[in-house]
């Protein structure tokens, strides 16, 4: 088993590259006014111009206009969408570029329901649900009520950081593990060592 890692919440130059370096599969970008991680589209695309040529630029939206999305995809060179909204299938398949659907790990007693609802979703973010955040808040969901049969794609998030990664794999044996708060300082502001570790133990414990 091989398991891809998502750095999010990128918001400096500095960090993408600590990303890059690390051996990251992507990088996300928050374009979400009440995230503490959010980004204007000028920083975005600073950040983006520092990135190796086949790195994955993921942008995390939450009920964008229309107008805001293709603005977005017009300016910037975005790989992948990951909505985390109220969106419906319709809204998020209409675009040209892939996406990934988020949804709030309290979901998992209905995961297939859930899951057929967008058919065209690259895979599926399952994050913990805190106060209307999305994302970012470094809590934990209960892994224990992930089905560990599953017939689309799994994302890992929330409360993930290099203590508890490996324990996450073994267990969830996610397709990818994505990972903001906890390889941080403080909100936005990355640590090249702990991104390392990160990706590292992640690796290492997909392999065992």
Known sequence: ????????????ETDARAAAD???NAIGLVFWSGSKRAVSVEKAADICAVLPPLMTVTALMVNPTIKE??????????NVIQWHGNE???????WRV??????????????????????????F???????GQFGGTGHRFDWDTIPSTRSRPI???GGLN???????????????????????????????EKIKQFIDVAREAAEA
């Open 1 to 12: 088993m091989s398991v891809q890692v998502k750095i999010c919440g990128i918001t400096r």
């Open 69 to 78: 999305v293709e603005s977005l995809l017009n300016t910037l060179p975005i």
């Open 155 to 157: 994302i890992l998030a």
């Open 98 to 123: 892939p996406y990934i659907r988020a949804l709030s790990g309290a979901v998992c007693d209905r995961l297939e329901l859930e899951m057929e609802k967008y058919p065209k979703a690259r895979g």
């Open 162 to 192: 290099p203590a508890n990664v490996a324990e996450a794999v073994r267990k969830v044996r996610p397709s990818a593990v994505d990972v903001s708060s906890g390889v941080e300082s403080s909100p936005g502001i990355k640590q090249p």
């Open 22 to 24: 690390a051996g990251a």
């Open 88 to 94: 419906s299938p319709e809204f998020c398949e209409q």
């Open 125 to 131: 973010l399952l994050d913990a649900e805190v106060n």
